[in-house]
C-alpha cells in the first residue's frame, strides 16, 4: 500500500535516454509567471508543428497538480490527477529558486525537471541517461567531430569534405579548429575499418 509509483510496475528499460520522454521544468514555469496559487493553464509539446502531447496544470500552494491521461501498457487510457510538491531554496543573490519534488512515493528528491511516463518522475527514477552516456567511444568522436564542423560553418558529417575558413574567423583559430578536426577524422576511419573488419 504506497504512494504514487510506488512498486517498480512502472520502471522503464535502462536504456532508455532523457530525449525519450517530455519533460516539465519547474525553473520555466518560474520564468514564465505559471506559480502564481489559484492560477491554472496548459502545458504543450509539440513536434513539427504539431501539438504531440498536453497536460493541464493547477498551482496551488506549494504543490501543483498535474491531471493528463496516458495510455497503460494494457492498451487503455488511463486518467491522472496527483500533486507534485513544491519546494523553495534561497538563491544567493537573494530572492527563491522553485524545485519540484519527486512524486515517486519512495523517492521525493529535489529536482527542477521531471519526466513523462505513467506519471512525472525524476531522471534517477526512470533510470534515464543523457544521450552521451549511451554513445559508443567511435559515435563520441563523430559528435565531437560535427561539433567543430558547426564552430567553423561546416555542413554536419565528415564524408562532405572540408569548407572554406570562415571570413570573420582568426587564422589561428582556424587552424586550431582543422587539426583537431583531422585527428577526429582519423579516429573515425579508424572505427570504420575496425568495424568492417578492413585490413590496410
Known sequence: ?????????????????????????????????????????????SCQGEVAASIQVRVETG????????????????D?????WLDWTLCNLGGQRPWFRCP??????????????????????????????RETWDERVARRTDRIRSKLGWKPGFLNGNGPKPKW???RTFEQLTAEHGVLVNRSLGAIVLRLGLKL
Open 1 to 45: 500500500m504506497g504512494g504514487i509509483g510506488s512498486g517498480r510496475r512502472w520502471h522503464h528499460s535502462a536504456n532508455n535516454t532523457i530525449n525519450n520522454h517530455y519533460t516539465i521544468d519547474v525553473r520555466r514555469w518560474r520564468r514564465d509567471g505559471l506559480l502564481k496559487p489559484g492560477h491554472s493553464f496548459s502545458w504543450y509539446w
Open 63 to 78: 504543490s501543483v497538480i498535474l491531471i493528463y491521461r496516458h495510455l497503460s501498457r494494457s492498451g487503455e487510457w488511463k
Open 80 to 84: 491522472e490527477n496527483y500533486p507534485v
Open 104 to 133: 515517486v512515493w519512495s523517492c521525493g528528491r529535489r529536482v527542477a525537471i521531471l519526466y513523462s511516463g505513467p506519471i512525472f518522475a525524476c531522471r534517477r527514477c526512470y533510470s534515464l541517461a543523457y544521450p552521451s552516456q
Open 169 to 171: 574567423m582568426h587564422w
